[in-house]
């Protein structure tokens, strides 16, 4: 073992204080050049999950990968939850590593000509995805405010799945159950989030403990679950030494169970899009709603079934979302077709809307240095994640000096001129 290896496991301890601490020990090191040095290299990743939602890295940890990794900057946003904001900053800073915050909400469309219709949510129609960046910190505490009766509402809906679940496993002598599985692979005591994949991930465990690793899970998954498991996928369960092994075992099971487990999110876990806008715009926040797309048969990222989201409403949806006070919007150009980068793209700039690059990071397989379809989109994308940072240093100081605030919209129209204007306060 390295000599700081126990160290880098240390910044996903269960304390705060320790996972910092560890972060203050890598830095020392660097500095007496016990660690290498890593230089910048002039990217940018706005979109990490940390284990107050799912992931494998807490906020100390993201922004290790990040330091590791030589991003400039990095964002931390989790599910229904800013409870790792303040870690993150603060870890980000000893390591020289540029924040930004945000979380991500869902929000339903059932009172807007758009009801009943599928937006980027596989698992329920009339409700989308919106992550929400640019989180000012004077603004954290009343953000928590409105997530924290939006995360009770879910725990309702986790414990109805969780029993879903653990019926189809009492079949092969197991159980399953929320308070005593769930709660502990998640953050949920410390203001964190519980997602659909917390109750898999802690089947995970749960099938693992029971079956053991490698070909006695394979043939319990294959021969009495009766799930097709792809090749890869074999190959990623029988390396029984693999660090990663149970996220690799709950990506399978996410394939098979979420459909099965699924329940549709009420209300209370779903504000309505027309009043959730207007409000995070006020506390100095950048709501977007992130670009799914229909997936054709020739799926460009190659691992995903074909499938119908939201480009037949694509239109409408922008009037809407431009209506009820949206100013920003995200997509990943290299997840979708260059036609339907370029219609969304049209739209944004009709609508005036801040472009924000919408890579979702949540796994261990997941690289933290983005893909781009060519230098101009990375030149173009990192400039609108440093005049997000920029954002947040004024919208912290003044509400009213938000970049999609009416005050600096009067005083600097033009977006382009405002995204440089911002860029440069964060530089």
Same mark, same amino acid.
């Given at each position: 073992?390295?000599?700081?290896?126990?160290?880098?496991?240390?910044?996903?301890?269960?304390?705060?204080?320790?996972?910092?601490?560890?972060?203050?020990?890598?830095?020392?090191?660097?500095?007496?050049?016990?660690?290498?040095?890593?230089?910048?290299?002039?990217?940018?990743?706005?979109?990490?999950?940390?284990?107050?939602?799912?992931?494998?890295?807490?906020?100390?940890?993201?922004?290790?990968?990040?330091?590791?990794?030589?991003?400039?900057?990095?964002?931390?946003?989790?599910?229904?939850?800013?409870?790792?904001?303040?870690?993150?900053?603060?870890?980000?800073?000893?390591?020289?590593?540029?924040?930004?915050?945000?979380?991500?909400?869902?929000?339903?469309?059932?009172?807007?000509?758009?009801?009943?219709?599928?937006?980027?949510?596989?698992?329920?129609?009339?409700?989308?995805?919106?992550?929400?960046?640019?989180?000012?910190?004077?603004?954290?505490?009343?953000?928590?405010?409105?997530?924290?009766?939006?995360?009770?509402?879910?725990?309702?809906?986790?414990?109805?799945?969780?029993?879903?679940?653990?019926?189809?496993?009492?079949?092969?002598?197991?159980?399953?159950?929320?308070?005593?599985?769930?709660?502990?692979?998640?953050?949920?005591?410390?203001?964190?989030?519980?997602?659909?994949?917390?109750?898999?991930?802690?089947?995970?465990?749960?099938?693992?403990?029971?079956?053991?690793?490698?070909?006695?899970?394979?043939?319990?998954?294959?021969?009495?679950?009766?799930?097709?498991?792809?090749?890869?996928?074999?190959?990623?369960?029988?390396?029984?030494?693999?660090?990663?092994?149970?996220?690799?075992?709950?990506?399978?099971?996410?394939?098979?169970?979420?459909?099965?487990?699924?329940?549709?999110?009420?209300?209370?876990?779903?504000?309505?899009?027309?009043?959730?806008?207007?409000?995070?715009?006020?506390?100095?926040?950048?709501?977007?709603?992130?670009?799914?797309?229909?997936?054709?048969?020739?799926?460009?990222?190659?691992?995903?079934?074909?499938?119908?989201?939201?480009?037949?409403?694509?239109?409408?949806?922008?009037?809407?979302?431009?209506?009820?006070?949206?100013?920003?919007?995200?997509?990943?150009?290299?997840?979708?077709?260059?036609?339907?980068?370029?219609?969304?793209?049209?739209?944004?700039?009709?609508?005036?809307?801040?472009?924000?690059?919408?890579?979702?990071?949540?796994?261990?397989?997941?690289?933290?240095?983005?893909?781009?379809?060519? *230098?101009?989109?990375?030149?173009?994308?990192? #400039?609108? %994640?440093? !005049?997000? +940072?920029?954002?947040? =240093?004024?919208?912290?100081? *003044?509400?009213?000096?938000?970049?999609?605030? #009416?005050? %600096?919209? !009067?005083? +600097?129209?033009?977006? =382009?001129?405002?995204?440089?204007?911002?860029?440069?306060?964060?530089?």
């Amino acid at each position: 073992m390295g000599e700081f290896d126990k160290t880098i496991e240390q910044l996903n301890a269960w304390e705060r204080d320790d996972r910092l601490n560890a972060v203050r020990e890598l830095k020392a090191a660097i500095d007496a050049g016990k660690l290498p040095k890593v230089e910048r290299l002039g990217e940018c990743d706005n979109h990490i999950h940390s284990t107050f939602s799912f992931s494998p890295y807490s906020p100390s940890m993201i922004a290790w990968k990040a330091y590791q990794v030589g991003l400039d900057t990095c964002g931390i946003v989790d599910h229904e939850s800013v409870a790792g904001i303040l870690e993150f900053r603060e870890a980000c800073e000893i390591l020289g590593v540029v924040p930004t915050a945000g979380f991500e909400v869902r929000m339903h469309w059932d009172n807007t000509p758009l009801a009943g219709k599928k937006f980027n949510n596989p698992d329920q129609l009339s409700v989308g995805y919106f992550p929400v960046h640019g989180v000012p910190v004077r603004s954290i505490d009343k953000i928590e405010e409105f997530l924290q009766p939006i995360r009770k509402a879910r725990e309702i809906r986790n414990r109805k799945m969780t029993v879903t679940i653990d019926r189809e496993l009492s079949a092969f002598g197991m159980s399953l159950d929320f308070d005593r599985d769930v709660i502990p692979v998640s953050r949920w005591e410390q203001k964190g989030n519980i997602t659909e994949r917390h109750i898999l991930f802690a089947t995970a465990q749960l099938m693992i403990r029971e079956c053991g690793k490698g070909r006695p899970l394979l043939d319990f998954l294959t021969d009495k679950v009766k799930i097709k498991v792809p090749e890869v996928n074999r190959g990623f369960l029988m390396d029984v030494e693999s660090p990663i092994y149970t996220y690799d075992l709950t990506n399978l099971l996410k394939g098979f169970f979420s459909e099965m487990m699924y329940q549709n999110a009420s209300h209370d876990e779903t504000p309505d899009v027309r009043d959730a806008v207007p409000f995070l715009n006020s506390l100095g926040c950048l709501p977007t709603y992130t670009y799914l797309g229909d997936v054709r048969g020739d799926s460009v990222t190659g691992d995903k079934k074909t499938q119908k989201f939201e480009d037949d409403i694509l239109d409408e949806m922008f009037e809407c979302l431009h209506e009820y006070g949206m100013r920003a919007f995200s997509y990943a150009p290299t997840r979708n077709a260059p036609d339907q980068v370029a219609r969304v793209r049209a739209l944004c700039q009709k609508y005036d809307m801040l472009e924000i690059l919408g890579e979702d990071i949540n796994q261990p397989r997941q690289s933290f240095i983005m893909t781009y379809t060519d *230098d101009r989109d990375r030149e173009f994308f990192n #400039d609108a %994640t440093w !005049a997000i +940072i920029g954002h947040e =240093k004024l919208a912290n100081e *003044d509400l009213e000096q938000s970049i999609i605030s #009416d005050t %600096t919209i !009067a005083k +600097i129209p033009d977006l =382009k001129e405002r995204i440089a204007y911002y860029k440069n306060a964060a530089r």
